[in-house]
Each structure stands twice: as C-alpha cells, then as structure tokens.
C-alpha cells in the first residue's frame, strides 16, 4: 500500500498538471453543512456521509466530495469561465466492503464555461487520460442526459415522469416503476385495496404519524389519479430498454441512438450533444472507435449528473473501484446558484489507487 507521503506527491504533481491547464487551485474545508448540501449527492452518499451535528451550524458532514462545495464557492463568487482544481481527502462510509478506505485523497479539476460544452467534455476526459497513462484502464463512458431526455419524453403524466427520473440512480426500482406504469406488473394487493375503498380515512386509525389527515388525503387522490393513467405503452417502455442496452464503441452506440431518436424524438437534442462529443474528443486525439459507451453507465455514480459521464478501470482488477470518474452537472449550478447557473463538467483521480495499480504494474 502506498504511504500517506507518497500519495501526496502524488497528489500534487497531478495537480500540478491541472495547473498547466489553466485551472486556479482552490481549497474547501473539511466540514460541510449537512442540511444544505447532503441532498446533491442522492441516496448513495446520504447513506455514506459522516454526519455530525455542530450547535452553532446545525448538521455538519465530512465532505464527500469537492465538486458540491467548489460549485457553490464558484456560484458566490466565481468569475466566468473559471477552471479550478484541488486536491485533499474525502470521506465515505463504507458498509460492505472492508478493504474499501472510507477516506481517500482525490485530485480534481472543473470547467465552468458557457462556450463549447462538448469540448470542455473531451477536454477533462482527455486531461484525466493523459495524466493516468501509461496505466492501461479501460475508460467507460455514458450520458445521462440522454436518459433523462427520454424518461421527459415519455407519453406519461408529469408525475410519473417525476418519479421515473428521480430513480434513474435506482435501477431496479426504475424498473419496477416502469413495469408498474406499462401495466406488466400488477398493482399491489395494498395499493388495490386502498384504490378500492371509497372512503379510507373514514375507517383509519386514529393519526399517530407525522402526516396530517390532509397530507393523508392528499396522497391517496395522487394515488387515485396514478391508478386512472393511461399506462406507458410497450413500444416507450421497448425504446427505454434500448437505450439502457447501447452497449457499444461510440461511432456504433451513436448509430443505435439516432435509430431510436427516429421513433422517440425528445432525445434528439441530446443525440447531437452526444455527436458533438464524439467529434470534440476526436480532435483532441482520443481514439473514439475505441471507447465504449453504455446506455445505462452513471447510473450508480453522483446524482448530480445530468449529461456526459465517464470512469476509468483498471481491466485486471474489476473489483477495486474506478481510478477517476467524472461527469457533467449543469443543473447543479442552477441548484446552488441562486437564480444563476453555468454549464459546467469535471472529473477526479484518486491518486492512491494509482500509485497501487503502477506497483501491481
Ligand atoms: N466529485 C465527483 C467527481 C467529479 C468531479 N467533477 C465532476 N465529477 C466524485 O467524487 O465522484
């Protein structure tokens, strides 16, 4: 294993790197507010944040990561473009694995740029690749606007659409919504039951809960209005399926998409943003015939993204995890940004897994 020292040396030539790139060195403290910025994350990190609790400042957590706190220091005062990167320790429980850290250091670097998104995309993608050869990864990428584009276009209400997207990140309850809002799975036997009851409230229990009785009543005319939708047709549900399945190189996986663009249309948009990409890495030397796409790739990473993802592996050891990830997060600007917002992607190294692969080497 490699020593604390080294992979700060580590640390610091890679950011170093990231300098000659342009980007300004920033540094975020340890401790986050809990209350504000625990959400951005999703269900993963909430689960693996050390929360604790300060008098004064309320919920306070050991930072999970840079990218939340960097956007939020950039959206206060951050002049535009900007390009940042830091380095330092990140802290995530871990529940499974033992010989998973639960503090690792990372290495990263951010774009916020209104210009040329797609290349901005090959630009850290391209940075992070250079700078982890000649280590032979296997890189992953996938987008999650594409995704999200086509839970939008979907031929649903709006809340259906609502729940479907928030558990993209979920991809077995994913799944069981979408079987349950095409009619392939059944309603469940309580759900029925309640359905069926003209008037449920009237025989309930006395109200122990938090909810009020009007939360309560609520909730129920939702479910009411859920069960009388019309259910997603087999051919949506057919083309969803496609587009988790895309698992090709990226001339091949653009191919597949446009065919499927042709009967869903909402994801036209970000079809072409895919084609930008592929052409922005292209000319900044990436063998694009090479790099493989997945359709559903991101979907266990960061919530916050919300377009282009990507992750490199290291082949022979599947089960250590990936030695940098990164993503774009334009909404998460609008989120933290209080009325404004900037496109804006980045990526991380974790140094220490580098140092470990070169001496496996
Ligand atoms: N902050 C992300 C990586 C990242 C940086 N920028 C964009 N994505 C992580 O820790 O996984």
Redesign the pocket.
Known sequence: MPQRAEIRARADALRARFEAAGAVRVETSVLQPAEVLLDLYGEDIRARAYVTSDALRGEQMLR????VPVVQMHMEHGAEPARYTYTGE?FRRQEDDAARPNEYT?V???IFARQAPADADAEVFALIRDALSPLDLRAATGDIGILKAAVQGLETTEPRKRALARHIWRPRRFRALLERYSGRAPVPPSRAALLADGDPLARAAPLIGLRSKAEVAARIAALREDAAATPISAVQVDLIDAILDVRETLPYALERLRDIAVDMPAITEAVFCLQDRIEALDKRGVDVGALEFEGSYGRT??EY?DGFVFGFYAGTRPDLPPVA???R?DALTRVLGQGREIPA????IRPGLLLRLEDLA
């Open positions: 999970p990561d840079f990218t990140v990372q990263g670097f951010e990473q960061m993204y990830t990164g993503g997060y992607v980045g990526g991380v």
